[in-house]
Every structure is written in C-alpha cells, then in structure tokens.
C-alpha cells in the first residue's frame, strides 16, 4: 500500500497563492498518472488537475489558467501551485491516483480556505 500526505493549505485571501505538496511513501508513485482532487462543504470530491508520468497535464475548466500541476518522481512528490485564488476554490485538496488504484490510500487531505 501507499501513503499519501498533502501538506500547504491554509488561509489566504482571494487572488492570493498556494503551493500544495502530496508525499508518496512506497514504490511505483514515478509510473502512474497522479491527480489532485478537492471536496467542498456539501459537495462531492472533483478532479482538479492530473499529470502522467511523463509530465503530460489536464486541468478542470475551473482552474485552467491558475493552478499548475508538477511532479517530482525522484522525491515521489506531486505539486500543485494555485494562483489567482478565489473564494470558491475553499475545499480540502486531496492527492490520487487517476483513475484510483487500490494501492493508494487517500489521506487526510489539506484544508484550503480563501477568504478575506
């Protein structure tokens, strides 16, 4: 099994930036595609942005243009730098596997909050 930890929410005011990180404990993280998912308050868990392992990029409509997707294969660490931050970006971000493999266990995921 792998161990997922997301790290670098917090509170910031719209238009403002974040740089999440997702830490993958165990093999195999450099050859599957990964993704950053969030849920909102009310609301069902969304595919935000996802990256194959050769660097290759979706995006959600919502966030094209703002947030950016990266990996580091060599620390098994996926990124995702959120600028341009707005009010309806507040959610918990998660990072996975797309589509989800049993192998990888979500983890508590990273509380984003954007608000003035």
């Known amino acids: 099994q792998v161990q997922l930890v997301e790290s670098g929410g917090g509170l910031v005011q719209p238009g403002g930036s974040l740089r999440l990180s997702c830490a993958a404990s165990?093999?195999?993280?450099?050859?599957?595609?990964m993704a950053w998912y969030r849920q909102a308050p009310g609301k069902q868990r969304e595919l935000v942005a996802a990256?194959?392992?050769?660097?290759?990029?979706n995006y959600a409509d919502a966030v094209k243009g703002r947030f950016t997707i990266s990996r580091d294969n060599a620390k098994n660490t996926l990124y995702l730098q959120m600028n341009s931050l707005k009010p309806e970006d507040t959610a918990i971000y998660y990072c996975?596997?797309?589509?989800?493999?049993?192998?990888?266990?979500w983890g508590q995921g990273t509380q984003v909050t954007v608000s003035s």
């Open positions: 165990g093999s195999g993280f450099g050859i599957v595609t």
């Open positions: 990256i194959t392992r050769i660097g290759s990029t």
């Open positions: 996975n596997t797309h589509p989800l493999s049993a192998r990888y266990n």
